[in-house]
């Protein structure tokens, strides 16, 4: 399966750091199979609080084998927009 994570830099191999800002579910390495959203993700990690683009807004693209990360990893899958990930 091709999964896509937007950034603001090249991501080579993931890794899970922790930060300071807030997240949605946590540290953890967010990814998609939408490529555009990826991009927007991307561009938006590049656009300061007024609206100035700095940066260079990358996409990485993994192939991801989905029955290792569930045997190995606490895996979030969403089907579509649910409550939960809302």
């Known amino acids: 399966m091709i999964v896509y994570h937007g950034s ?11 930060s300071n800002r807030a997240l949605d579910f946590g540290f953890r390495f967010y990814t998609t199979t939408f490529k555009e959203q990826a991009e927007k993700c991307a561009l938006r990690k590049c656009t300061n609080f007024k609206g ?28 579509g927009v649910t409550n939960e990930w809302l």
């Open 8 to 18: 603001n830099i090249d991501i080579k191999e993931p890794k899970i750091i922790q």
């Open 52 to 79: 100035e683009i700095g940066g260079k807004p990358t996409v990485s693209i993994y192939e991801l084998d989905l029955e290792f990360a569930r045997r190995n990893y606490k895996v979030y899958e969403y089907k």
